[in-house]
């Protein structure tokens, strides 16, 4: 079975600080690709990065940067020097080529409040 | 600019009265999907298209139906809406038929049956 488990359904902090989103997948797939969106409250889903199994390389993007490690299953995303911006549902998403419908298998998203 | 347009973006009905939620992408994509999001769940696919007129069931089919007559437009049709179908709804795009294309979002039709 395939799965995506977001332990944090919400967390919150003061502006400034840094905050890691836990994102731990399951999948028997060798080939498969992690994704990061977030849903501002406003609704819509932003992407955010796209990872695929045979890059392990850690990526960062200004204040957010993206860990991600094999050897337990897990692709956390933390944001560096948080802003009021940031608050928004972040989702972390799986897809595998075993999966012949293409489809995104999701996470129940992470509520990050982030407060002046 | 390339996009996803849903229309409405909000809808209140009422049990029973057939709606249909439009989807249509300008970036000339093969699959397209729609997904629905209830909290605590994530988002869940409800119909997949893998090019025109050809459409198959995602996870959580029952209560809609869908077409795909042409490449651009996919729309989500509830024929007796239930309470149980009030969500968010997403309709999405991608490329190809891979695993590694982005999908593109649409902004999301929010939807309330009474």
């Known amino acids: 079975a395939q799965k995506v488990t977001q332990a944090q359904t919400e967390i919150s902090v003061v502006e400034k600080e840094d905050v890691t989103l836990d994102c731990v997948y399951e999948t028997r797939d060798t080939t498969y690709y992690l994704f990061w969106y977030k849903q501002p409250p406003s609704g819509e889903l932003v992407f955010l990065i796209r990872?695929?199994?045979?890059d392990e390389q850690n990526e960062i993007s200004g204040r957010y940067s993206w860990n991600f490690q094999k050897s337990t299953s897990s692709f956390n995303f933390t944001i560096t020097a948080s802003q009021v911006v940031d608050s928004a549902v972040y989702f972390c998403?799986?897809?595998?080529?075993?999966?012949?419908?293409?489809?995104?298998?999701w996470g129940a998203g992470t509520k990050l409040i982030i407060k002046p | 600019e390339a996009q996803v347009t849903q229309n409405p973006r909000y809808l209140i009905t009422v049990t029973g009265k057939k709606l249909t939620v439009t989807c249509s992408q300008n970036m000339n994509h093969e699959y397209m999907s729609w997904y629905r999001q209830d909290p605590g769940l994530g988002l869940r696919q409800i119909y997949y298209s893998m090019n025109v007129e050809v459409t198959d069931k995602g996870d959580v089919p029952e209560g809609y139906k869908v077409s795909r007559k042409e490449k651009r437009n996919f729309p989500l049709i509830l024929e007796s809406p239930s309470p149980n179908q009030t969500s968010l709804y997403f309709c999405a795009s991608s490329p190809g038929h891979s695993s590694y294309n982005e999908q593109f979002f649409g902004p999301g039709t929010r939807l309330t049956v009474l």
């Open positions: 998403a799986l897809s595998t080529t075993m999966d012949s419908n293409y489809q995104l298998i």
């Open positions: 990872r695929n199994s045979f």
